[in-house]
Structures are given as structure tokens and as C-alpha cells.
């Protein structure tokens, strides 16, 4: 086919030597002549097979502490000659410039020297120049040129050796491979820029343009809905093992993500129940099957099909009341080997153990054909932060119940209040248009669940802009209030609470969860 190429000559410069002793020895078997630098020419050699060397094609040392090594016309002009250009032709032959018809290399390890804390001397010599512009130069010329940017894309020239006869590929192969090279390309430059922003203290959105580069993608069922396509751009793999069940879908996704947020508040053995992005119900217990038990009776008919969390290894005690009640998905960062047995009773259920925590700090949404982008919402109250506006000082159970309240608010979709009693939730009213209807609506749930409001809790995600909230919650037996202030008749609020014995504190804090 005349989209097909021969490889005749190749050029190798790699950090990550893994996997390619089965490539070249493809490729000698097919008569490819190897050209290399440094180590990567050792590494040929010590394999049996002959290899020379970019100095002496380019009839250049390397120079400048290894900074210049296949910067050259030799390597670049063998790369990007177009075969079927005359001009190109009879220039190379001008200069003895010998084709380049594949090109595998990598890139120094700069996000690994930067994690590692590297000193800014040290990342900078880990800012790839040459292998860049092997990348690209290939890349671009991927007509003619083959491309292997990454060791990930090893398994993929091998499975085409393997194919085809005397190491030919197509121009879909070359052309494929090219776009790979691109995303490594963009990836890379995506960390440097990051790297450099921080280094000039451009350390806010609003300092610095938006540079995204997220590699690995988990290809989903669909999206929110069966007629919608839907994919996952991130390494799923880095923060769960995935021990049984079904494939993972775009909601529960959503409803992962904000359970892992919940949970995170907590340091104490608690278990949460999640649906549609919210808690429904929530407990923190010395015991876990405690914590279970008293989550599950905040709202048993929503917890059916939701997703379970809890910040302790499951047991197998835990695991056999959980069982009871149907279950989309289960987080923990570990589960007893009965425990195990008893959640995988059900084929479907997913079962997730949690082995590292999501990088939060930043949380983007695509809008209007852009990118909302604003710091993660990591504040967590302290009980010495709070400012006591009415009533006594509240003991430390009441703080507890105020700021256990206050995490679960928080992590509620706006508007939204929660009510909570004994480290347990009792009901929430969430993404209402009135803060008094979110109200009225976690007050009915609770007392549809049997739940006793007298001595109860509350926490509001934003100010009061009227006393009506804190009167309806008196009127409901709810004896103390948790609340970021803010409003410009705060004082309705707050004399109401004096009048009526009610305990109100403030944090400074809203909590919108939109």
C-alpha cells in the first residue's frame, strides 16, 4: 500500500529502558540500524547489537554538561525530510544527511524530580530540550516517520512488529502514534508551565492562565444519563483497588467524589451514606456497627441504592448488618477477609478500598464553553473559632453536635441546613431556592424517622437573612444554632436566640455548595 513505510534506520535515546529489549530485537531481526547517546547505546551494545553513535553523525561531542547532544541539522534534517519532496532530497544528499525513519525516546523525569523536592537548579536541568524536539520533529513528520514518546506506547510498536512483515507500519499506525507524542509533548510542557507559575508566585486562578494536562482516561458506560457519552480523564487506578463489582458509572463517580470529601472531615470512626451527592445519613461512633447502625436510621428509604463510606476497615460484624439494605457501592480503606465474603454476596455491588487521597485543593467545572476554576473548600472549623453570639457557653457535647453538623452542612448541595444530635444525623434540607423551605424539609424528615428534636442541633451553609429560620427551629425543640453570619440584620437572628434561650454561634465561614 503506498501509505506503508519501511523502518530503516532508528534512533533511540530513552530513561526507561523496560520493554525495549523484545523492540530491538525485532528490529534488528529486520535489518533496522541503530543510532543512540550515552547509556541508551551502552544498553544496545550490551544486547549484541551494533549501534552508533549521534557524535559521530553530527561530528559533535556532547556538549555543555549533556545539555546539547542531538541538537543537530544530521539528526533534525534526517528526521524531518519529507521523502516524496525533491527539494528535501537533493538537500539531504547535499549534506549527507542520512534518513531517520523511527524515533524513540523520552523525556527527563521532571515531575518526579519536583515531587521529590527538588532544589530549582535541579528542575531546571530536568526541563527536556532535546528529547522535546525529537518528539515534535518526528511527530510532525509522522508521514513518514514513526514516533514512540513514552515507554507506554511500547506494547503498542511491539503488537505493530509483530503484525507486519520487515518492520513496515501505515500511515493510521504512524499518524496514531503522532497524536500520542503530542499528548506526552503537552503534558510535559502543562507541569513546567505549573512549575514556573508557582516559582513567580502566580499561586491563585486568578494570577495565571489555565494549563490542564491530564493523562490516563477510564472510557465510562455513559454519562448522567444512557443517551449522553462519558469518560473519566484521571488515574482511578492511584486512589482505589476495585475488589468487586460492576463496571463504575459517571453518577457514581459524582457520588465517590463527594463522599471521599465528606468523609475526609472526620477523624473519629464514622460511617455515611450518600445519595444524589448528599449525606442522608451520617454517624460517628466509638464502635463501627454502631456508626453504621445510627447512619442507616437518618434515612433508611434513600440510603436503598446509595453509596456507603466510612473511614475504618470494615468487619465482618459491620459487613453482615450492611448487607442487609441494597447498596450501589462501598468505600473503606479496608475490609476483614469475612467482611469481604459477605459484601460480595451481591455480583453488582461495588466495592472499593480506598488507598490514597485525591489531590483537592483546586475544583474546576467546564461553563459556557470555559473553565471555572477556585481553591477547594478545605476550611474545618475549630471549636476555639467559634463566636458565641447568644446564650451560655454550650458544653463540649453541644460544640461536638454544632461542628459535626457543620462538616455535614458544608458538604450539602445549597441551600442547604442540617440538624444533628449525639454525633448523629438526624435530617438535612438540601439544594432548596429558601433556606426556609430547606428547613421545614430536613424538620419533616426528621420526625417522619421517629427522631426526638428537643436538645437537637443546626447548621446552616450560609447567614440568615431573617429571624424566621431560628424561630421555626425553637418551635421544633432545636436548642442550638451554628451559622457563618454575615448578614446585615444578624441582630434579628441573634435577639430572637437571646429571647428564646437558644445557643447561637458563628464561624465567619459560608459553605455554598452550588
Known amino acids: 500500500m ?53 557524535e559521530d553523525c553530527t561530528g559533535y561531542p556532547s556538549i555543555l554538561g549533556g545539555r546539547v547532544k542531538t541538537l543537530h541539522p544530521a539528526v533534525f534534517g534526517g528526521i524531518l525530510n519529507r521523502r516524496d519532496n525533491e527539494s528535501d532530497q537533493a538537500q539531504c544528499k547535499q549534506y549527507d544527511i542520512a534518513d531517520i525513519d523511527l524515533v524513540i525516546v523520552d523525556l527527563y523525569p521532571f515531575e518526579a524530580t519536583i515531587a521529590a523536592g527538588a532544589t530549582e537548579a535541579e528542575a531546571i536541568e530536568k526541563i527536556d530540550i532535546g ?68 516559582q513567580v508566585g502566580e499561586t491563585t486562578p486568578a494570577d495565571s492562565d489555565l494549563r490542564v494536562a491530564v493523562d490516563g482516561s477510564m472510557p465510562l458506560r455513559y454519562g448522567e444519563n444512557p443517551h449522553q457519552q462519558a469518560c473519566f480523564y484521571g488515574n482511578f ?58 447512619a442507616l436510621a437518618g434515612d433508611p428509604v434513600s440510603a436503598f441504592g446509595g453509596i456507603i463510606i466510612t473511614n475504618t476497615t ?28 459477605v459484601l460480595k454476596q451481591k455480583k453488582n455491588r461495588i466495592i472499593l478500598v480506598r488507598k490514597a487521597h485525591a489531590n483537592n485543593n483546586t475544583r474546576m467545572r467546564s461553563i459556557l464553553g470555559g473553565m471555572l476554576v477556585q481553591q477547594a473548600d478545605t476550611k474545618n472549623e475549630q471549636p476555639d ?43 438535612s434540607g438540601v439544594g432548596q431556592t429558601s433556606r426556609v423551605d430547606a428547613l421545614k424539609q430536613a424538620i419533616e424528615k426528621a420526625r417522619s424517622f421517629g427522631f426526638e428534636l428537643n436538645g437537637a442541633v443546626m447548621a446552616s451553609d450560609a447567614f440568615f437573612p431573617f429571624a424566621d429560620c431560628v424561630e421555626i427551629a425553637h418551635n421544633a425543640g432545636i436548642t442550638a444554632v451554628i451559622q457563618p453570619g454575615g448578614s446585615i440584620r444578624d441582630n434579628d437572628s441573634i435577639e430572637f436566640c437571646r429571647e428564646h434561650g437558644m445557643t447561637m454561634v458563628m464561624t465567619g465561614f459560608r459553605h455554598f455548595r452550588h
Request: proline share 2%; charged share 25%.
Open 314 to 341: 470494615i468487619d465482618a460484624e459491620t459487613a453482615a448488618e450492611m448487607n442487609k439494605i441494597f447498596f450501589e457501592v462501598v468505600i473503606a480503606p479496608g475490609y476483614d477477609a469475612e467482611a469481604l465474603d
Open 131 to 198: 528529547g522535546i524536539s525529537l518528539i515534535r520533529a518526528a511527530a510532525k513528520n509522522f508521514n513518514d516517520v514513526v514516533i514512540v514518546a513514552s515507554k507506554h506506547q511500547y506494547a503498542y510498536l511491539e503488537k505493530i512488529l509483530d503484525e507486519h512483515k520487515a518492520a513496515v507500519t501505515t500511515l493510521e499506525e504512524r499518524k496514531y502514534l503522532a497524536a500520542q507524542a503530542f499528548a506526552v509533548s503537552s503534558g510535559y510542557d502543562t507541569a513546567i508551565f505549573n512549575w514556573f507559575s508557582k
Open 2 to 54: 503506498p501509505n506503508e513505510k519501511k523502518i530503516k534506520r532508528a534512533l533511540i535515546s530513552v530513561f526507561y529502558k523496560d520493554g525495549l529489549e523484545n523492540i530491538l530485537k525485532k528490529l534488528a531481526a529486520d535489518g533496522v540500524e541503530f543510532l543512540s547517546t550515552g547509556g541508551t547505546r551502552t544498553f544496545i551494545e550490551g544486547l549484541g547489537y551494533q549501534c552508533a553513535a549521534v
Open 237 to 294: 487506578n492511584e486512589l482505589f483497588d476495585q475488589v468487586h463489582g460492576k463496571e463504575i458509572s459517571y453518577n457514581n463517580l459524582l457520588d465517590i467524589d463527594a463522599a471521599c470529601s465528606l468523609i475526609d472531615e472526620f477523624g473519629t470512626t464514622t460511617v455515611a451514606v450518600l445519595k444524589h451527592n448528599n449525606a442522608c445519613g451520617c454517624a460517628s461512633r466509638p464502635i463501627l456497627a454502631d456508626a453504621w447502625k445510627d
Open 385 to 427: 473559632e467559634l463566636r458565641l453570639v447568644s446564650g451560655e457557653v454550650p458544653s463540649t457535647e453541644v460544640v461536638d453536635d454544632l461542628l459535626f453538623a457543620n462538616k455535614l452542612v458544608k458538604n450539602s448541595k445549597s441551600n442547604a441546613i442540617t440538624l444533628a444530635k449525639n454525633g448523629q444525623l438526624l435530617a
